[in-house]
């Protein structure tokens, strides 16, 4: 650095990169005149334009005038300093000095993009290129502090992206905690028959993956469990999961079912969930045949017990291990764990809402996930397809789009359901042999061999017709019609109304985000879209990741996504986040707060401003001190304290003070 | 409450019974109704194509005049019967208060016949009024004579909820139902409630008119219906007025009387046929009453 | 000060407001505007705070005194703050603040206090264009009669070779 | 040219820009231009099985500028404004108000279909009800047959009687009262109207 000393005199020497970012800003921001304005501005040693400044070319710029020209503040306007401040600040220090001398100011996000006048733009970029050039000069050096992460991990949900996350990471040594909100994990995927377009048994690819995260010595798995609240940040994670009761010691049930067997409900009579309601349970039940944990439940809504009181309590007698406990309360466990991978998944769309289709009104229209159990070979009818009234179909009309791409329900594609109805539309000519239509608005097939697939129907001689569904009625209009579903369409590509009978309807239903999905993400102090799925950090180049360090997300709870979307997603969320763990430590930003001793007045103002409980009174000083691996940067305590005493690294008041006076003072 | 009446052109001609037998029972429940004054036609749904600014002014006119005969502050009932001025009504309202300009043009316009409009007129449809106004209980207790046994499809159109559903379900309305079995009738399962009657195509395109009204008297008798409510003038005469021409167009005889739904209540609370206008229907009524 | 000075519409006043959005979610909502390329007024300058928490009553004075002709400040939804109620605490201060300059003559609308989360890049629009529109009715607000207080900025700090 | 040799080819010159963004504009929405062209409003349109062109596709004509194809269809007048399609549309496109659109275009520029009798029927009533400020259906039927099919009045002629005797029509003028230039004068306001862009 003698280079830098020598030609620096105490003032500062201010370097400002304009970024012209391909035309993204070039095309609204003169820049030019921008960088004639920067010359002129205070402590401006140079000013210098390129079209990527966060190429390598561009960085090398920095790097130069530091080592050169003695530049010993950086401000670089550019994009959004979420997106590139990282990167400025590598190049800053690899020219030789302290990182925190630099500032970026955010030109295109906040200006090129949103304006629709050049002059303006360019007026604009100068106000927010003089702040930063203003605040730059009061930067300080500071330097992370490094804190150890905690090498646990914690998934949320157990369907195929949680499994997925989950036994990637145990594999990789890391202890894993699975909290699944079911009493099984497995999720969706757990109920299909087949997967598109390979067709392969989706129990054959699942149940292994579910018995090896039961067995995996590195995963505790908590089914029937939600996690309760989340304290602490990134490496430091502290969980609180609320475990349900089932009513059953889970380490004594072995799942041989002989309670179920046992119950005083001699038949089973109530709807079962795991089939949507198209086979019954009893009050004490195993989710299914396959679910994991295997361990029975009891739901105190039925029971005869928990209802009245009276029970011969048959159950008990049975289970010669003693599993069954009436008296099992819910209780609360606390982990500590380093990185949070989400992967809660999505809601199908309740057909209901669409009225004109009739589902919940005529037996015979289906939702797509009822049929996925209908043509399930361990669904309620073995996997034979026989409606509701016991007959089969010979004809069936299957729905595309049902809750998507509709302003009145919801504006996005859903993804996966062109593919999945192609897949029923398979399943249901193979196995019963009926006239099969798909009714599409645009047939989406993007995704290896899918295009196939869908060639595939149209040789098997499923009928295709281009046009949304208007409506689903029971009357007839001629003799064969008598006793049918009809179904009315306008077929686009010949441009005339059809009227189609059918025996059965299946409304391929489109996914959504849980209805508590708002409550979830502020546990997790993460974003959600309008629609309600989890916001990631950057659409594509951080995809997993959210804007709260250590927490990742993985499959559908993002957005509708098919299975190898899930994995492959689920694979990166597990990858970030033991590229976190393995590094050991996190570095935090210094942006933290610190009590300036000699002009504080111990008037304790600060300390219950804290969310943190980092400030502490110092009796013998009679002075407060704030405990910087505990402050988060909030700066709340600053603005709060009325001495200045209190100052926050990175936004000091006069830093501050002197933006306000930049963006306002020059143009 | 107080209720603005507009009648519109149709109920002093095709729809006389309509407006004769909705007052009898209007009394009888003791709502008060005044006839707004020197009202113009609404502009049907025809005038709109022609020019839409004057369709929407001659129903503001009509609006203007409602608030000029209910001076006080106070939100103005304006009751259209037919189905078509009280949607055009609340259309001109609508659009002239998502369209700021618009309404400013149709004020200004209003100012040369010194009206003004101020906006504190509620439109309202007969339906709504009876049901949410009066109330079922209220019209329940004035039954003398229930409509036992009698089956009845409660034929709702198009525009009482399309395209706005101000006070029922848009897709599966149901204020016309609760308020006939309150008379002790029983309403068929009627998925073609909404369904639309051609409206003026009858009159100039009768082919097209008539396929639309034979489909709904067709399924109305399939589902065993002894005759069909309505609550618009044009649909009751589209309905009634051509079965002869219907039936012999599709060489199936169609005899399947069509009632305003005050018809049907004045009946059951014992008004006579007289003041109900029973003796304007073309497919008398009284039979299907004897079962 | 230029506020006179106008932009597109020859010498018709363009008022100059300062916005103090929070890093995790007003801030953020603003660069998704921007990536979403919802165009609005050109009038704000945004100032990055990491909460609305850190926000000192001093800045929103410091920039009516530097020629804002508004200060518009964003903070997270309330139960959504990224440092538990930092937002509290400013819709506190917010409150505040609103009576005091109320007493210097400086109108309501001038100064304005919304949500707006990470998601909500078409609100930032909105209120961005909603608040120009009515500072822009209100006209300029002249301070400069008062004589205008400089802070004393500490000492230049020394440039450390730190790294 | 002959007739069944006219050719369907259409080359740009033949259309006109303008016609989509000036509906849209007319029928009070750009959501004209989110058609997905699902053909929910085909499928729910009570009389689409008479039209020339489905709702759906004259949709796609206005946004690509077919003009004389649209204004000349049958589709617009057979319109019976029932509001199924805007109800249902997806993309609440208010489709209704677009044929209205096209109706008040077609009447513009004097295009529509010659002795048709719904465009004929929407001018005579236009008329009676601009002079009368009240329509007397008697007088519209009468006019409208004689002006499209006289041989109607024999179809029709029981039934208009029946009417007629259970008072259920008349031919004689309706109209309001207020007089000209006095409170309420409804030619003052419609006047006003006229040449209002």
């Not at chain 2, 009387?257 to 046929?273: E, R």
Request: aromatic share 8%; glycine share 8%.
């Amino acid at each position: 650095m003698s280079s830098t000393e020598q030609k620096t005199d105490g003032q500062p020497r201010i370097g400002v990169y304009v970024c012209h970012c391909g035309i993204n800003i070039a095309l609204k921001v003169d820049i030019t005149d921008l960088i004639e304005f920067a010359k002129g501005l205070p402590n401006v040693t140079v000013a210098r334009e390129y079209k990527f400044m966060c190429s390598d070319p561009g960085q090398e710029l920095i790097q130069k005038d530091i080592k050169e020209l003695g530049i010993n503040r950086v401000v670089v306007a550019s994009c959004s300093p979420l997106m590139h401040e990282p990167t400025f600040r590598r190049a800053t220090a690899k020219g030789g000095i302290n990182q925190f001398f630099f500032q970026m100011a955010n030109i295109r996000e906040h200006v090129s993009w949103v304006t629709s006048d050049r002059g303006d733009a360019t007026k604009k970029a100068k106000a927010l290129v003089a702040g930063a050039v203003r605040r730059v000069a009061y930067h300080t050096p500071l330097e992370r502090s490094k804190v150890p992460v905690n090498a646990n991990v914690l998934v949320v949900g157990g369907g195929i992206s949680g499994i997925q996350a989950a036994l990637t990471m145990a594999d990789s040594g890391k202890r894993v905690y699975l909290v699944e909100r079911e009493p099984t994990i497995g999720g969706y995927m757990a109920k299909f028959d087949k997967t598109f377009p390979t067709l392969d048994c989706a129990a054959c690819i699942l149940t292994p993956k579910m018995s090896s995260v039961r067995a995996h010595p590195n995963i505790t798995l908590w089914s029937y469990s939600e996690v309760v609240g989340v304290d602490g940040y990134v490496g430091n994670f502290k969980v609180k999961v609320k475990r349900k009761p089932r009513y059953i010691k889970e380490e004594l049930c072995v799942g041989c079912n002989q309670c179920v067997e046992a119950c005083i409900f001699k038949e089973p009579k109530f709807a079962d969930e795991f089939n949507f309601g198209l086979s019954k349970r009893k009050p004490i039940y195993m989710p299914f045949p396959q679910a994991t944990p295997s361990v029975v439940l009891i739901d105190p809504d039925t029971c005869i017990f928990f209802k009245t009181g009276k029970c011969k309590q048959t159950c008990i007698k049975a289970c010669e291990r003693n599993a069954v406990d009436f008296d099992q309360k819910e209780k609360i466990e606390e982990i500590d764990v380093g990185a949070i991978v989400l992967a809660t998944g999505f809601k199908p769309f309740d057909a209901a809402r669409i009225p004109q289709y009739g589902y919940k009104k005529y037996p015979n229209v289906y939702s797509s996930l009822e049929i996925e159990r209908l043509v399930n070979a361990s669904g309620p009818t073995g996997g034979e397809i026989i409606m509701r009234d016991g007959k089969k179909p010979k004809s069936v009309g299957i729905v595309h789009c049902v809750g998507s791409r509709d302003e009145k329900t919801n504006r996005y594609c859903s993804r996966v359901c062109c593919m999945y109805s192609l897949k029923l539309a398979h399943l249901v000519h193979e196995r019963t042999h009926a006239e099969v239509y798909n009714f599409y608005i645009d047939m989406r097939t993007p995704g290896k061999g899918y295009e196939e697939f869908y060639d595939k129907l149209m040789q098997e001689g499923v009928h295709f017709v281009r046009g949304r569904v208007a409506e689903i009625r029971d009357w007839p209009m001629t003799a064969e019609e008598v006793g049918k579903l009809v179904i009315r369409v306008e077929d686009t590509l010949i441009g005339v109304v059809r009227r189609i009978p059918v025996d059965m309807v299946i409304l391929s239903v489109g996914l959504e985000a849980h209805a508590d999905a708002e409550d979830v993400r502020r546990i997790f102090n993460i974003s959600c879209s309008h629609e309600g799925w989890f916001l990631e950090r950057h659409p594509k180049l951080a995809p997993v990741s959210t804007f709260t360090d250590g927490i990742f997300i993985a499959g559908a709870c993002q957005g509708p996504k098919d299975i190898p979307d899930c994995v492959a997603q689920a694979g990166a969320a597990a990858s970030e986040a033991m590229a976190l763990i393995d590094k050991g430590f996190v570095e935090l930003e210094p942006n933290t707060a610190y009590i300036q001793e000699t002009i504080c007045s111990g008037c304790k103002t600060c300390i219950p401003m804290c969310p943190y409980n980092a400030i502490r009174y110092i009796e013998d000083k009679k002075i407060a001190q704030i405990n910087a691996t505990l402050c988060k940067g909030c700066g709340t305590c600053v603005a709060a304290c009325p001495s200045a005493a209190a100052q926050q690294n990175l936004f000091t008041d006069e830093q501050i003070f002197e933006e306000i006076e930049g963006v306002l003072n020059y143009v | 409450m107080n209720y603005i009446y507009y009648p519109g052109c149709s109920l002093k001609g095709t729809g006389r019974a309509y407006e004769e037998s909705f007052l009898a029972i209007a009394g009888a429940l003791g709502l008060a109704i005044e006839e707004l004054n020197d009202w113009n036609c609404c502009g049907a749904t025809t005038y709109m194509g022609i020019d839409e600014k004057k369709a929407f002014a001659m129903a503001a006119r009509n609006l203007a005049l409602s608030e000029e005969q209910a001076p006080d502050d106070k939100p103005v009932n304006f009751l259209a019967l037919c189905s078509a001025c009280y949607l055009v009504h609340l259309k001109a309202q609508t659009m002239m208060d998502e369209n700021p300009n618009l309404k400013a043009t149709i004020i200004g316009a209003l100012a040369n016949a010194q009206l003004s409009y101020q906006g504190r007129v509620k439109i309202r449809h007969p339906l709504d009024v009876l049901v949410n106004d009066a109330g079922i209980d209220k019209i329940k207790s004035l039954v003398v004579k229930p409509l036992k046994g009698l089956k009845v499809a409660c034929h709702y159109g198009c525009l009482v909820v399309r395209p706005y559903a101000t006070f029922d379900d848009q897709n599966n309305p149901t204020s016309m139902d609760r308020l006939i079995q309150a008379l002790g009738a029983e309403t068929i399962e009627w998925p073609l409630k909404t369904r639309c009657c051609g409206g003026t195509l009858m009159g100039t395109i009768p082919d097209v008119g008539s396929r639309l009204n034979y489909i709904l008297l067709k399924e109305a008798k399939r589902r065993g219906a002894d005759v069909v409510a309505t609550a618009c003038p044009l649909c009751q005469f589209n309905l009634e007025c051509f079965q002869n021409q219907i039936s012999s167009l599709y060489g199936e005889p169609i005899h399947l009387p069509v009632a305003y739904f005050s018809q049907l209540m004045g009946i059951s609370y014992g008004i006579s046929n007289r003041q109900l206008g029973m003796q304007r229907l073309f497919v008398p009524l009284q039979p299907s009453l004897a079962v | 000060m230029s506020n006179e000075q106008g932009t597109k519409t020859g010498n018709s006043f363009e008022p100059k407001i300062v916005a103090f959005f929070c890093n995790w979610c007003t801030y953020t909502a603003a660069d998704l505007a921007g990536v979403s390329r919802f165009v609005y007024e050109p009038n704000v300058r945004v100032v990055r705070i990491m909460c609305s928490g850190r926000l000192d009553p001093q800045f929103v004075l410091k920039a009516f005194r530097e020629g804002a002709d508004g200060v518009l400040i964003g903070g997270c939804h309330p139960g959504d703050c990224h440092y538990q109620e930092g937002n509290y605490k400013a819709l506190r201060r917010f409150y505040l603040l609103k009576k005091l300059l109320k007493q210097m003559g400086i109108e309501d609308k001038r100064f304005r206090l919304e949500w707006i989360s990470a998601s909500e890049g078409d609100k930032v629009q909105k209120v961005i264009n909603e608040m120009v529109e009515q500072v822009r009715n209100l006209g300029p607000l002249r301070l400069e009669t008062i004589p205008k207080p400089h802070h004393t900025p500490s000492q230049q700090p020394a440039v450390a070779a730190g790294k | 040219m002959h007739e069944q040799w006219q050719r369907q080819i259409k080359y740009e010159e033949e259309l006109d820009p303008t016609f989509g963004q000036r509906t849209a504009e007319m029928a009070h929405g750009e959501q004209l231009f989110s058609c997905i062209q699902c053909g929910t409003c085909s499928g729910t349109c009570p009389v689409a099985i008479y039209m020339d062109y489905t709702p759906r596709r004259v949709i796609a004509m206005v946004r690509a500028g077919l003009k004389k194809e649209v204004l000349n269809s049958r589709t617009i007048w057979l319109c019976a404004s029932c509001y199924s399609c805007t109800v249902e549309c997806p993309k609440k496109v208010r489709i209704t108000d677009v044929m209205y659109a096209l109706k008040r275009q077609a009447i513009q520029e004097n295009v529509h279909p010659k002795r048709f009798p719904v465009s004929v029927m929407a001018r005579e009533f236009y008329k009676l009800v601009s002079k009368n400020g009240r329509n007397s259906e008697g007088l519209l039927i009468f006019s409208l047959y004689s002006k499209t099919n006289p041989l109607q009045f024999l179809k029709y002629s029981t039934m208009g009687l029946r009417l007629l005797l259970q008072g259920r029509m008349n031919f004689k003028k309706e109209s309001i009262q207020a007089k000209k230039g006095s409170k309420g004068d409804l030619q003052a306001i419609l006047k006003a109207l006229d040449n209002v862009k």
